[in-house]
């Protein structure tokens, strides 16, 4: 039988045989009521123990922690069970277990803020946990003076009641805030648990003081095995991943983990004003520490925040140079030209000065291909593009970029008409001293052709015409016998203008 149906049939009949007991109230009723509630706690930590065990690896800390929370909640009842036995009617406040339930709150705190994922995390969570520890250390020694002074005052007892209840309540809190932000489903799992569990070690103990404060029966102690009831049925339910679909809005992760700190700060300093008349001295040092203790925690988040920020920026400057350059030659693509021939083109038209524009292809690229294969002719673009990439640095104002295929477009700005025909021509030579074989070509090696179209020579009303215009002039280069170059000339305009980029390479 699975654990989930096991969990009821264990849990009823104890909770039944507690009330029986509590009614009949026998000799020695509080400690029958201690013997059932530890064995209610036994089985719980049997189930969280399992828990642990089928947990994922980096969610084990956190079912670790809630494991020791239990254990000493065990303590602490075992103290009651041992106070029972030599007072029978027992006492409004027993001050040995104080110690253990200010430990499992602590604990509970620490397993909220938790968080194993980076060095951000572990750091900010280090915090959290010296805030937690001071917080309970504080709240103990002041709870210690009170419960002494509560022995002949009522009030006080009800004052001590209400701390509890505080703490509690805090407790609940800083888990809640921690489950609203959770996305993992794993994690999710453990983090309901948990919120219900530190919900109910408010609300049952709660109900439970106030029924003993104000009536005589002690039929009020089965609030006691009411948490460990709601975890364990809880515990038992192995595969279940409660809120499915729930996925934390940016605005609400945000907000959530900007108060968490907020929420153990504030309580730092609510203790304080406590000792303010008792220790003044502890009540400044923890009201520093508590101011202090959020700033370096905001500055920790902000210091990674300008971080990411930084490598962000820098990831975006890798992607706008990846989009705009071609990955095989390294050169400017079709779209980083374009944005280069827009500027270019603009300021010439405002600078009156020429713009020059060629296109140059790869003689015969088809052919070498079909006879070497595509990874030699890869390794061709990516040579003569190295050579086309060296030369034109040498001279300013010369970007080569890589077309399409095996076709480059070279852009000239300011140059003029011997300038831009003299930097083509050490182009085409560049990729001729390669002397890469070609069976194939015309001239037995790789060499290129060039057409050249510069805005001195026309009325040009973009740089797409003027781009236009050198592809004609390439394809006149192509038809004078390949490795060379052509400048256009207004009568090279075909009657079919399409058929020069479907005859080029012929």
């Known amino acids: 039988m699975k654990m989930q149906n096991w969990a009821p049939r264990f849990y009823v009949p104890l909770l039944a045989v507690h009330v029986a007991i509590l009614i009949a109230e026998p000799a020695r ?27 994922v690896t980096h969610n084990r800390p956190t079912w670790a922690l809630l494991l020791l929370a239990l254990l000493t909640q065990a303590a602490a009842f075992v103290l009651l069970f041992i106070d029972s036995l030599k007072n029978p009617q ?16 602590l604990i509970l705190t620490l397993a909220a803020a938790y968080r194993a994922v980076g060095s951000l995390q572990r750091w900010t969570s280090l915090i959290d946990a010296i805030l937690a520890g001071i917080i309970a250390l504080l709240f103990y020694v002041f709870l210690r003076k009170i419960i ?10 009800r004052f001590v009641m209400w701390m509890f209840d505080a703490m509690s309540l805090f407790v609940a809190t800083f888990v809640t805030l921690r489950f609203v932000t959770t996305k993992r489903a794993d994690e999710r799992r453990f983090y309901f648990v948990l919120l219900m569990f530190s919900w109910a070690e408010l609300a049952f103990p709660a109900i439970h003081n106030r029924f003993v404060l104000s009536s005589e029966s002690y039929v009020p102690e089965i609030f006691l095995d009411l948490p460990f009831v709601a975890l364990g049925i809880l515990l038992s339910q192995r595969r279940t991943v409660w809120f499915r679909g729930y996925r934390p809005a940016a605005r609400t992760r945000i907000v959530a983990e900007s108060v968490s700190p907020f929420v153990l700060s504030i309580a730092l300093c609510i203790i304080a004003f406590g000792y303010l008349q008792r220790a003044p001295i502890i009540a400044i040092g923890a009201l520093v520490l508590g101011i202090a203790s959020y700033a370096i925690r905001v500055a920790l988040v902000l210091g990674r925040h300008l971080a990411l920020e930084d490598e962000l920026k ?15 030659t390294g050169l400017l693509n079709r779209r980083g030209f374009y944005r280069i021939l827009k500027r270019d083109w603009e300021m010439a038209m405002a600078a009156k000065t020429p713009l020059t524009i060629a296109m140059m292809d790869i003689d015969s690229f088809k052919a070498y291909n079909d006879t070497y294969g595509h ?4 390794q061709c673009l990516a040579a003569t593009s190295a050579a086309l990439k060296t030369t034109a640095s040498a001279f300013e104002g010369v970007t080569v970029a890589r077309y399409g295929g095996e076709e ?3 852009l000239l700005a300011g140059c003029d008409r011997a300038t831009a025909e003299h930097v083509l021509q050490r182009l085409r030579l560049s990729i001729e001293a390669l002397q890469i074989p070609h069976s194939q070509g015309t001239h037995r090696f790789v060499t290129a052709s060039a057409g050249l179209a510069t805005s001195t020579d026309g009325n040009y009303a973009s740089g797409e015409k003027l781009l236009g215009d050198a592809d004609i002039a390439l394809y006149a280069a192509k038809r004078a016998g390949r490795n060379c170059i052509r400048w256009f000339a207004p009568d090279m305009v075909a009657r079919e203008p399409g058929k020069y980029r479907r005859s080029r390479d012929q």
């Open 29 to 55: 009723v509080l400690t029958w009521s201690y013997v059932l509630v530890l064995a209610c706690l036994a089985f719980t930590l049997f189930l969280g123990w399992r828990r642990l065990r089928f947990s």
């Open 90 to 105: 027992g006492t409004l406040v027993a001050f040995d277990p104080t110690f253990y339930f200010c430990l499992n709150s």
């Open 148 to 157: 002494g002074d509560s022995a002949t005052n009522p009030d006080l007892g």
């Open 314 to 328: 820098g990831m975006h400057r890798d992607l706008q140079q990846a989009a705009i350059h071609d990955d095989l």
């Open 375 to 378: 990874l030699a002719g890869n």
């Open 408 to 410: 480059f477009a070279v």
